[in-house]
Structure formats: C-alpha cells, structure tokens
C-alpha cells in the first residue's frame, strides 16, 4: 500500500517524527491539586503512542500557579514536577512516538475557584469571570521568565519539545488581542507592541533550551470576534516567528477556541484551512493545521495541495487513539467521531472521555 504523504517522515528541528500526524494538546483534566498526572493520565498518553501518532502534545501545564486555568490542570512550575513530566515522556517514547509539552498562563480565563486573583494584560474581564488585575512590567518579566523554566523542565524531563500556547484567549492571546489589551505602555497600542510579549516568551524558552531543540508555537491568528485581533494581524505575527527561534507554527482561531461540531462529511472538514493559508503566505516554518480533520483522503489533500506541513486531531483520538493505525491501513479510512462535543468532563474527577455510543447520532457519511 502506498503510504501517502500523511504517513510520511518529518523533521522539525532535531525532532524526527515518522508521520504528519500530531495529537493536538488536549486538556485531560486528570491531574491532582499540585499539578502531577493521575495514573489515567499515563494511560492515555501509551494508548495514544500504541495508537501510532507522530507526535503528541500534551494537555497545556501552567507555568506559574497564579495562571492555573482549572482545578485538574497540569503543571510545570516546579522541579519537583519533572519526574512526573520525565513518566509521560516515556509512555510516548516506549511505542514510537514524540512529545512535545505545551506551557501556558490563563490569564484572565483562570477559574476564580482555583485563582484567587487573575491577572492580565489590562482589567477587562472574560465572560462569567471576575476583572482581572492588570499586570505590572515587573511582573511580566517575571511571567516570561517562568515560562522558560517550564520549558527547561520539559527538556530535563525528556521532551522533544515545547510548545507555546498563544491562542484561545489565554494570557499570551489575551496580550495579542485589541479587545483585551488596552496598555499604553510598550506591550499595548501596536501589533508589535502587542506581540512583544510572545517575542520575550519566545526568547526566554529559547534561551532554557539551547539551539535545536524544537520550540512550537500554537497561534490564535485571529479571534473571530469583531474589533479582535485580525486574521492579516495574525498571519503578520506568524511571519515574526521564525526570526524569534520557533520552528512550527499550529494554527488556531478565536479567544475561546473554534470548535465545531456535526463534522460528518469531508466539506465540513479542514474549518481553519484560510487562517493556515494566511499564514502560509507570511511564514516559510512548518504548519501543522487543526479544525476538524476526520478522513485520510482530505488529510492527504491538504498535505498535497496546500501547503500544510501536519495535520492535528484532538477530539477523535478521544475517541480512537488508535485511529492512526486505522487510516495507514484504509486510504479512504475516517474517524468515527461525529464532534458532538460530549467528550469534554462535566464533573471534577471525571476526566475526557468519548460518551457517545457505538452507533448514536448516526455514522459519519462521505
């Protein structure tokens, strides 16, 4: 069988990867109160390896505990974490695959249950949480600084690589955002002010690294919302990144993410390919496109036709972490997931799961 370009090696800086298809971060909501993974955690993570996955992205681990977004979050703001981090390394690393860990403040979008005072760019509150405080200078340096130990403990821990989380409305987007971003100082008014504060992120993480070791970068290239961020402002920012030392770009949209739902045929598929389009018209780094992938014949489109570097799934490896294996084996192979959104923890403890059965709300058609 003729593997395609979807089963085909890559290389993203020193990071060799033996297909296009990436595990976009998913937050399992499967962690205890300091951070470290439940032991279902491990577990998602091999069966995603035995899966046949390229590369994983982990669930995003806050880097300072004032930008912890949820109860169950995982954590990276503290050595005593990187054993933990080192077992998720190796559940990925024993079956194949790659992993990168992707770092991030919540900022304003932080649950007032967990952070007493979420802090942001300037005071304007998300909905249904309280006005932040506005961070000071000081404060900022303090904030880029840990993200660059959270990517050192990644590497000490045995990642791959990093990912920086700079979309879905999370402290570095809320910096990118007109709508959120107010400050008249040198991190407001302009798109490169604006940016500065993921140039400096960029800069510290790079600096914990070392030269090679790959730094991704997940990018909300517009917010979907009027007077936010645009998508030319986005693919502009995009365009900076690999000057700043990034080496892949994930595109995404939107200051709470973009998802869709009742995915069940290819023309619904591939929901942000103008945004990763945009992008590629500013940016010679690899993209890896998210948004609705579900069958092996678009996936193998976009990889062909467009420019598209990787594909990333989330919702059905929920389901199917095998589902890599599945579509080597079938060129006209698809997930089974319908993106009915019921995947995502109603109750703490619980944890992601798919909860549709086998056969509810009909079977995906061509």
């Known amino acids: 069988m003729t593997p395609g370009l979807l089963f085909s090696p890559i290389q993203i800086g020193s990071m060799a990867l033996r297909n296009r298809l990436v595990r976009s971060a998913t937050a399992e909501k499967l962690c205890l109160p300091d951070g470290r993974p439940e032991e279902r955690t491990f577990d998602i993570y091999r069966r995603l390896a035995h899966g046949g996955i390229g590369l994983i992205i982990s669930g995003h681990a806050y880097v300072d505990p ?11 703001y503290d050595d005593a974490l990187t054993p933990a981090l080192a077992r998720l390394a190796e559940c990925a690393h024993k079956d194949g695959a790659r992993i990168a860990l992707q770092i991030n403040h919540g900022g304003r979008a932080c649950d007032p249950a967990v952070v007493d005072e979420p802090v942001a ?61 107010h400050r008249t100082d040198h991190y407001g008014g302009s798109l490169e002010n604006r940016a500065r504060f993921l140039h400096e992120v960029a800069r510290s993480v790079r600096r914990a690294v070392g030269v090679g070791f790959p730094v991704l970068v997940k990018l909300g290239v517009s917010d979907h919302t009027e007077g936010g961020l645009t998508v030319a402002e986005g693919a502009e920012v995009a365009g900076w990144l690999a000057d700043w030392g990034i080496d892949a770009i994930e595109t995404s949209a939107g200051l709470q993410g973009a998802v869709q739902t009742r995915i069940t045929r290819p023309q619904r598929e591939a929901y942000l390919l103008e945004s990763a389009r945009a992008v590629r018209h500013y940016s010679p780094l690899p993209i890896i496109l998210v948004g609705g992938l579900r069958s092996r014949p678009v996936m193998e489109q976009l990889l062909a036709e467009e420019g598209i570097d990787l594909v990333s799934l989330s919702r059905p490896l929920i389901r199917e972490p095998d589902l890599p294996r599945k579509l080597e084996n079938d060129p006209e192979g698809r997930a089974e997931c319908v993106s009915c959104n019921r995947c995502w923890p109603r109750t703490p403890g619980e944890g992601i799961a798919c909860k549709r059965k086998q056969g509810e709300m009909g079977t995906p058609t061509a």
Do not use: W
């Open 121 to 181: 760019p300037s005071p304007v509150a998300a909905e249904n949480r309280p006005v932040p405080r506005e961070l000071t200078p000081t404060e900022i340096s303090e904030l880029t600084a840990a993200f660059g130990r959270a990517a050192g403990r990644a590497r000490a821990a045995g990642f791959d690589a990093v990912q920086i989380h700079a979309a879905h409305g999370y402290l570095i987007g809320q910096f990118l955002s007109p709508l959120v971003n």
């Open 66 to 76: 004032r930008g912890k977004c949820h109860a169950q979050m995982m954590g990276a």
